[in-house]
C-alpha cells in the first residue's frame, strides 16, 4: 500500500547534508510517495534537487541530484566571498570542525564585515550551484509540488515561491544569510517593483501552511536540522552565538507546530466542526544528538567528508524513522506536540 505524505526541509547550511541523507533513504521506500515539500536555505536545495530528479528519472534521479547537489556543495569551499578555505589542508582540524569548533575566522569576518563592503568584487558562491538546477525540471508540473521560502527585508513576512515562480534567485533569497550574502532582490508579481530578501530561515524555517491545503495529505514529516533543546547553558561567546542561531531558526517552525497542537485538541474536544481545519499528523527526523555536537563552524564551512559523515546520519535516522512508524503514517501522529508545548 502506497503512503503519501508531505515534507518539511529545515534550513541549516552546510548541516542540510543530513537531509540529504534522509531523502536518499526515504527514497529507497517505494510506499511512500512525496506530494509536497516545503523548504527554506539548504532544504530548498534540497527540494529543489529532489524534484528535479524525480521529474527528469523517478526516484533514481532524484538521488541522482541530490548526490549531484551535495557534490557541488562540497567543491564551494566556504559559503562566504572567497574560496580561501579550498586550497587549506583541513585534516588536522577536521575533528575540532565536527563538533563544538572554536570561535573561526570565518565567523569572525561574518561578524565584522559586511557583505556589501566587497563592492564590484563581491560574488554569491551558492549561485553557481544554483544555476545548474534545470528550471523546466523544478518547476515540472509532475513529482512533488515545492514551496520555497524567504523573509522579506523591508516587511519581516514570509514569501512563499511555488511553481513557476521558483527560480534562482528565489532559492538564493531563501539562502540568504545577511550577514554573508548581500540581499537578493526580486519582482513584487503584482506591482513589478523590485523587493529585497534575506533567508527564509527568520520566518518559516520551513513555512508549514502551504500543506495545510485539504487535497495535499494528511502526514506532514518534518526534517528537523536545528536541535529543538540543550541540556546545558552556554557559557562561551561561541556557544552563546551558536544557540542564538539555533533558537532564531527554530522560533517559525515551534509557532506553526504550536498552531498544529491548538487545532488538534479544539478538535479532540469538540470545540471545532471536524472538517473545518486541517487534521495534520506531524512527524519529525532528527538527531539531535548529533547535532547538538555540531557547531555553527560546520554549517558555514562545506568539508566534504562533514557532509558525507552528516548523510550517513540522515540515512540512519530516516532508517529508524520508517522501522518505528512506517505503519503510523495516515494513522497516528509520532511527534508529542503536546509533550513539546506542555
Known sequence: MVKSVNLALQGGGAHGAFTWGVLDRLLEDETLEIAAI???????????????GMARDGRSGAKESLDTLWAQMGAVGDLRMANWIAGFDAGPLLHVLKMAAPFSPLEAMSQAISPYSYGPFYRNPLRQVVDRFDFDEVCADTGPELYICATSVQTGKVR??????????????SACLPNLFQAIEIPDPETGAREAYWDGGY????????????DLPDDLIVVNINPLVRDDVPKTAHDIQNRVNEISFNSS??????????????????ALEQGRMKR????????DALMTRLSVTTKLIPI?????????????AAD?????????????????????FS
Open 160 to 173: 512563499v515561491f511555488s511553481g513557476t515562480d521558483v527560480s534562482t534567485d528565489a532559492i538564493l533569497a
Open 38 to 52: 516545503t523548504g527554506t536555505s539548504a532544504g530548498a536545495l534540497n527540494g529543489a534537487a529532489f524534484k528535479a
Open 304 to 316: 566534504p567528508e562533514v557532509l558525507h559523515m552528516l548523510k550517513d546520519a540522515g540515512r540512519e
Open 280 to 287: 495534520a499528523l506531524v512527524h519529525m527526523i532528527a538527531d
Open 320 to 340: 529508524t524513522f520508517l522501522d518505528r512508524h512506517h505503519g503510523d503514517l495516515g494513522v497516528n501522529q509520532t511527534a508529542d506536540l503536546a509533550a513539546m
Open 253 to 270: 517552525l515551534l509557532r506553526e507546530l504550536r498552531a498544529i497542537s491548538f487545532v488538534q485538541r479544539l478538535l479532540a474536544e469538540g
Open 203 to 214: 520566518t518559516g524555517n520551513p513555512a508549514l501552511f502551504p500543506l495545510f491545503r485539504s
